[in-house]
């Protein structure tokens, strides 16, 4: 649009009017403001000339021949281009109808024949202004719609009383909504924020309007189709020129991209690519926490430092591709063995999978938050090493990965990341020189502790098969008569290279493992074996009583556990008594009393063994059909010289008499102790006095002499069959 079209550059006016000499005398009046002017006859004339000259302003007759102007108008405002051209109407016929129709088909402003022609002049630039006012400030708004789109950026208001919103269009975007169906307000918006966060506008609304002054957050929004995406929000409070709050202005940002970005920078430096496992960056700072948290708490921690064998080997022959799948497996595997940790843990450290993590290249480290002793870390390293045995099966090939495991621990082996984690290494590489596919502790004695724990173990796991348990014998004996009414059976394992192991030393190890359950099942017929066959040999019906521990008795098999071993024995259930500490029955009561019922449902008895150190109260005893206390040695050994223990053995004789129980004092060393007891009237002992533990054999030999040499023993038995 220059050289010979510049002078149309001026300012053009279209002149629509039927009359010649008012054209003429509009265009001199209009040429003398410096417009350009171009004439039309009636309206259809006008609109044609419109659509070739484009005019800036259109100065229109209303009555002309073919069509009026207020059709000519309407025509105009039909055309894109002319749909904001100032149109001035000037009419003869200045009544509010003509003035009516004029706005209704589109004209801009009128003027009302005759023409004040110099009027006319400026009435025409002002109108020219205003236009240009109103296009600049469409354009400024258009620019900055814009602009909030490609920020993804909407601004609001919202009036604090009413709630009610005003929302810019890229506000609707943002939400996902339809501007057509969806009413801005507070209610509105809020369902449109996740439901966590919604407090948190309430929370800022409440700030800003308390202090006067501006707020931000981010806050999730859950679109239509249910993604979430994060905003950042931003507003202001107005005021009204009382300075009371009026209103909230406001711009909400999508940022979800930025937050994405932020994610992915964080992931970056916190976490491992290949194996999307914590990398050493994040695994020293958890670990600094970890271990704060476990010096406040006294824990024990034990980190495992894994390194792969020979993976440079696997590396160089099978390519590095293969190897960073072989690293990707190896490191789903171990969050796989993790996950399934048993008891090992006093807490639950491995729950999260970010226990363990990639130090890079084919080294991984394990920690574990709390564990009860070292040689748990033991085990979990043998888990760790087991998951890795199974073949790898990728890409057609199948290898076989064995690792090297360093542990260390804390306190014991360092107070800091850095000395643990070197200490894990340099076990480490003594494993690697034990062999490999091992693992070894950073301390000595630990090796060793952890060794002995885990051959004991692995020796008991064979004990059953091997048959190296065998029972024990003692008798139990009423000091009025003499006569041994009953037997505790007491399980002795026959270790082939230890010699004879006491319970002591096992059972805590068998209730840990869960082979307490096989060896108790045994137990269990090896007593009731042995219980028939000194009945079937005429000794009369002996109460053999059995141990129980916590494991078994919270077993859901129990009660067929012991018919089954009945029936297999053909024992007299009777004759059979259950033997549970007082703090195992303690320990839920509802169940315990379930158990206990089903069990005396069956005909057995139960009695409660180290009775007095258990705390169980006096309630639960009342409620628990139980018939026997044993009185716990510890408090028989110094009945004659304590007071205290001496009045803790009277009050329980006095409470089993009044609960309607019998009472059998264990441990009774001495006759001191032995005339002690009977004063307070306790009759049942157990103890060295009157007969050591001893094996089967031994056992009926103190039968056969009772039977023998004191009548009155066999005849009390007999009295006692009679009695059921
Ligand atoms: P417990 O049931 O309280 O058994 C009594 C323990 O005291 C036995 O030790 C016995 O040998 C010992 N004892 C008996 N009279 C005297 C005495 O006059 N003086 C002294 N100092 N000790 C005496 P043992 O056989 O070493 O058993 C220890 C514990 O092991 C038992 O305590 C019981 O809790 C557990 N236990 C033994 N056999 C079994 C079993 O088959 N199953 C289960 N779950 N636990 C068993
Ligand atoms: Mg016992
Ligand atoms: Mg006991």
Same mark, same amino acid.
């Given at each position: 649009m220059s050289g010979p079209d510049a002078p149309e550059k001026r300012t053009l006016i279209l002149v629509v009017d039927d009359d010649t000499a008012i054209r003429e005398l509009v265009r001199e009046a209009l040429e003398h403001f410096q417009f350009a002017v171009v004439e039309a006859r009636n309206g259809r004339d006008g609109v044609a000339s419109f659509t070739a000259h484009k005019p800036d302003l259109v100065l229109m007759d209303v &009555? !002309?021949? =073919? !069509?009026d102007g207020f059709q000519a108008t309407a025509a105009l405002r039909q055309i894109p281009a002319a749909a904001t051209t100032p149109i001035l109407i000037l009419t003869g016929l200045d009544d509010t109808d003509s003035i009516r129709r004029a706005y209704e088909a589109g004209a801009t402003d009128f003027a009302s024949k005759p023409i004040n022609l110099f009027v006319l002049g400026h009435r025409v630039r002002y109108m020219l202004r205003a236009k240009r006012t109103v296009d600049d400030l469409r354009e400024s708004e258009a620019r900055l719609a814009h602009a909030q789109r490609i920020a993804r950026l909407g601004n609001w208001e919202r009036e604090?009383?009413?709630g009610r919103m005003r929302w810019s269009d890229e506000m609707y975007r943002i939400f996902g909504v339809d501007p057509k169906t969806f009413t801005p307000n507070l209610q509105a918006y809020l369902e449109l924020m996740q439901s966590q966060d919604r407090e948190l506008v309430a929370r800022a609304t409440g700030e800003a309007v308390r202090q006067e002054g501006p707020y931000s957050f981010d806050a999730r929004i859950v679109m239509p189709d249910g993604a979430v995406r994060h905003v950042h929000e931003q507003a202001e409070i107005v005021l009204d020129e009382d300075g009371t709050p009026l209103r909230l202005s406001g711009t909400t940002q999508d940022i979800t991209e930025r937050k994405q970005t932020e994610d992915q920078i964080r992931f970056l430096a916190y976490y491992d690519g290949l194996t999307r496992l914590p990398n050493r960056a994040l695994f020293m700072e958890r670990l600094n926490q970890a271990l704060a948290a476990a010096q406040r708490q006294g824990r024990t921690l034990a980190m495992l430092f894994l390194d792969l064998d020979r993976f440079k080997r696997i590396n160089d022959t099978l390519g590095h591709t293969f190897g960073d799948r072989l690293l990707q497996a190896v490191s789903e595997r171990l969050k796989k063995c993790l996950r399934s940790t048993d008891t090992i843990a006093r807490g639950d450290p491995l729950t999260s999978s970010d226990s363990v993590a990639r130090l890079g290249g084919d080294e991984f480290i394990v920690t574990i938050t #709390?564990? $009860? &002793?070292? =040689?748990d870390a033991a085990k979990i390293a043998h888990r760790v090493l087991d998951s890795l045995n199974e073949p790898f099966k990728l890409e057609e090939h199948e290898v076989v990965v064995t690792g090297s495991i360093g542990i260390s621990l804390f306190p014991h082996d360092g107070a800091d990341v850095e000395t643990l984690l070197k200490n894990a290494d340099s076990a480490m590489y003594h494993a690697k020189d034990a062999g490999r596919g091992t693992y070894q502790f950073y301390s000595k004695s630990m090796n060793a502790a952890a060794f002995q724990r885990l051959a004991l173990e692995n020796a008991l796991r064979k004990a059953l098969e091997r048959e190296e348990f065998m029972l024990y014998f003692q008798p139990q004996v009423d000091v009025s008569t003499g006569a041994i009414f009953g037997v505790e059976a007491l399980i002795r394992w026959k270790h082939p290279d230890l010699g004879m192991v006491s319970p002591a030393d096992f059972i805590p190890l068998a209730e840990e493992t869960g082979l307490i359950l096989p060896i108790g099942e045994w137990v269990l017929r090896a007593a009731g074996t042995q219980g028939k066959a000194w009945q079937d040999a005429g000794f009369g019906p002996l109460i053999v009583a059995v141990n129980l521990s916590g494991r078994q008795f919270r077993q859901q098999q129990l009660v067929q556990t012991v018919e089954e071993a009945l029936q297999a024995t053909g024992? #007299?259930?009777?004759c059979l008594e259950l033997e549970i500490t007082e703090s195992i029955l303690v320990q839920s009561v509802d169940d315990t009393l379930t158990t206990l019922k089903r069990v005396r449902a069956m005909g057995l008895r139960v009695s409660v063994d180290d009775f007095g150190t258990g705390y169980s109260s006096l309630t639960y005893l009342r409620r628990f059909p139980i018939d026997t206390l044993k009185i716990d040695q510890s408090f028989t050994r #110094?009945? $004659?010289?304590d007071a205290g223990d001496a009045a803790i053995t009277a009050a329980i004789i006095a409470m089993s008499q009044g609960l309607k129980m019998a009472v059998i004092a264990e441990g009774v060393e001495t006759e001191e102790q032995r005339d002690y007891l009977l004063q307070r009237g306790c009759r049942l002992m157990q103890g060295y006095l009157f007969g050591r533990p001893v094996p089967a054999d031994q056992f009926r030999l103190l039968l056969e002499k009772q039977a023998s040499g004191q009548k009155r023993p066999a005849r009390a038995a007999t009295r006692r069959r009679a009695a059921r």
């Open positions: &009555r !002309m021949p =073919e !069509m604090l009383k009413s #709390d564990i $009860a &002793r070292g =040689e024992f #007299d259930p009777h #110094d009945i $004659a010289t």
